[in-house]
């Protein structure tokens, strides 16, 4: 029997060398190392740059390297909530302006639980300590094929970006869309962030409405937090998702 005489500390790994008969130590000394095989060892992966992906790479020792992703992969999930009689969904934490050039929100079969409500948005500049209550301007189209049901309207001093209103709450009223913010490159200018949404839902007249349109906050601060309410009672049901757009 071979006697191990190789000791390592208590940040490394043991592996055996079955051509010595000893224990070859290997260190991991950072969070998120790895341990991966050149061609003839087991040695530590150090862990890439942040938001970088591990991809294959036959030029390096271990065949992996640390990649800036492809443009091609540049949508990233980012959080998911989903209304059970809530009062408000926000999202704050995942805002990361260095990180994302935009921000997509989808919302999914959001019923009110009182009938003919508006859904509404308000922009945080604290992580959602608080929220916005003046100093937005928005404008909204709302179309439908019925004679005299199509609508625009604006407001330039308003206390929230409105969505879509007469959303209904029974079955197969729920209004479904899509909504993008993009932050603004310099809070504070002439060009401050914007949000851009389009929906659609059925009222219950079998009416068709699609809405579209686009809103902002005067703000000369950085939002980092955005808010979806209703103007009367709670969100009973629906599911938002909030996805991130890499800059590279």
């Not at 050039?101 to 019923?111: D, G, Q």
């Not at 899509?178 to 009222?203: L, R």
């Not at 079998?206 to 937090?225: A, E, H, I, P």
Request: net charge negative.
């Amino acid at each position: 029997m071979t006697n191990n005489a190789a000791y390592i500390d208590d940040d490394g790994l043991a592996i055996f060398n079955s051509t010595t008969g000893l224990f070859d130590g290997v260190e991991l000394t950072t969070k998120g190392d790895i341990l991966t095989r050149n061609t003839t060892n087991y040695i530590r992966q150090a862990i890439g740059t942040d938001t970088h992906a591990l991809v294959c790479d036959s030029t390096e020792a271990t065949g992996l390297n640390y990649a800036a992703k492809s443009a091609g992969s540049n949508v990233i999930f980012l959080s998911s909530q989903t209304a059970s009689s809530s009062a408000q969904i926000d999202f704050t934490t995942p805002f990361d302006d260095a990180t994302y050039l935009y921000y997509i929100f989808t919302y999914t079969n959001v019923v009110p639980s009182t009938d003919n409500s508006e859904l509404r948005v308000r922009m945080s500049v604290n992580a959602g300590s608080s929220y916005l209550s003046s100093n937005y301007r928005w404008v909204r189209l709302r179309l439908s094929a019925s004679a005299g049901s199509d609508s625009l309207s604006d407001d330039h001093s308003s206390s929230k970006i409105k969505i879509a209103v007469d959303l209904g709450n029974a079955a197969g009223e729920g209004l479904s869309g899509k909504a993008i913010y993009i932050p603004s490159a310099s809070p504070g200018s002439s060009n401050p962030g914007t949000f851009i949404h389009d929906n659609s839902f059925v009222k219950g007249d079998g009416k068709f409405y699609r809405n579209m349109g686009s809103g902002l906050n005067t703000t000369s601060s950085v939002v980092d937090g955005l808010r979806f309410y209703m103007d009367s009672g709670n969100i009973a049901s629906g599911i938002f998702k909030m996805y991130g757009v890499t800059k590279s």
